[in-house]
Structure formats: structure tokens, C-alpha cells
């Protein structure tokens, strides 16, 4: 019969569920600082942004992606020889009124990847009768933009920039130009979650155990 008064074995310290307690704590506040640098680019993107559109010289529009930060959101033009497709999207004009907007992926030549326009916004998917020609306006990210797990598995493209037209093709009401001011940064909400994930964690590991070196 064992005795009640014999002093209990010492519980021994769970080694390995500490150490992977520690790893996942360790990782989560990494990615928490990870997140509060790229708030920080952001920011400076932001800023670039803004100054790109306060800008009204042209500059050369890009054909080819990847395109530069420094072109985003600055005064370019194209000529469109042929509209070959038409992309309507949801949008709305520059008085906020609904619509779709008509982008039109042109042809600029024998060869190359032409350029994406977009000439107004209509009330329906009719593309609108367009046959090409000028156009001027302000380069803005194209509607085909890679999501995050594509870029976090290293398969996202190169996104293609697009034009918008300053003047709307015939029948067309002019597209509402995005904001330098629209462009995400939520990269603090996503800092102070994974603290607050790693805060967690920690406190539970603590509580459990308490728990089980509990005489």
C-alpha cells in the first residue's frame, strides 16, 4: 500500500512540446514584424503614388509587365490599331454612377502583347462600336492581378497595366480613375493579429502547464 505521507516523483519538464511552443511563438511574432516592415513599403508606395498623380507630363506607356512603380497612376498614351477582345467589368463612372466598364485588349502592332484600354463606362455588356485609334489617359493596375497564394507559391505573373481613357469612346461616360489613396494596407491589422496570436498560444501553453506540474 503506498504511502500518502512518501514524497511524489517531480514531474518532469515536457521538453519537445516547449520547444515547438517556442518555435510557432517564435514564427508568429516573426511574421507579426514581417508585417510592420511591409506597412512601411506600403507607405512609401503610397507616397509614390501620390506623386505620380500630381504629375501631368506623358510618359511611355508599358507593354510589357512587370510595370514599374513609377509609372502607376501617371499620364500616358497609346494608340489602339484594333480592339481584338472585350473584357466588361463592373465599375462606375467619375460621378459614382454604375455601370460596366468597356476594356478593350488592343492590338499596337504585327507583334508584341498590345494593351489593354479602358474607354467608358456603358449600362450594359454591348461593347460599344470602337474601332481603335488614340488614346489618352492614366495607367492604372490592369483587372488581372495575381492573388496572394499565387504569390506566395511563386506562380503569379506579371500583372499588365492599363489605360484609362481620359475621353470616353462614343456612347460611353468616362471611368471613375482609382485612388492612389485606394490602395490596401492592412498590413498593421495583420501585425497586431499575429501578436495577438502569438500572445495567445503563449498563455495557453502557460496555463496547461501549470496545469500538469501541478503537484
Known amino acids: 500500500m503506498t504511502d500518502p505521507a512518501a514524497p511524489q516523483p517531480a514531474m518532469r519538464w515536457p521538453l ?16 507579426g514584424i514581417w508585417q510592420l516592415q511591409r506597412k512601411a513599403d506600403k507607405e512609401a508606395l503610397i507616397t509614390l503614388y501620390q506623386r505620380n498623380m500630381a504629375m501631368s507630363a506623358l510618359v511611355t506607356y508599358p507593354k510589357l509587365p512587370p510595370v514599374p512603380d513609377a509609372m502607376l497612376y501617371r499620364k500616358s498614351s497609346v494608340v489602339c490599331l ?86 470616353p469612346a462614343a456612347g460611353l461616360r468616362a471611368s471613375a480613375v482609382p485612388s492612389a489613396d485606394d490602395t490596401p494596407n492592412n498590413h498593421l491589422a495583420y501585425a497586431v493579429q499575429w501578436f495577438l496570436f502569438a500572445a495567445a498560444a503563449l498563455l495557453i501553453y502557460i496555463l496547461a502547464l501549470r496545469r500538469r506540474l501541478r503537484p
Open 82 to 167: 484594333e480592339p481584338i477582345r472585350w473584357d466588361p467589368r463592373s465599375g462606375a463612372d467619375r460621378r459614382g454612377r454604375a455601370g460596366f466598364r468597356m476594356i478593350a485588349d488592343c492590338l499596337t502592332g504585327a507583334e508584341g502583347p498590345g494593351v489593354l484600354v479602358d474607354v467608358g463606362i456603358g449600362d450594359d455588356f454591348t461593347p460599344p462600336e470602337w474601332p481603335g485609334g488614340t488614346v489618352q489617359g492614366t495607367i492604372v493596375p490592369g483587372p488581372e492581378q495575381p492573388t496572394m497564394i499565387e504569390r506566395l507559391a511563386g506562380k503569379a505573373a506579371p500583372a499588365r497595366a492599363m489605360l484609362i481613357a481620359d475621353i
Open 16 to 31: 519537445v512540446p516547449t520547444l515547438l511552443v517556442a518555435i510557432a511563438v517564435a514564427a508568429m511574432v516573426g511574421l
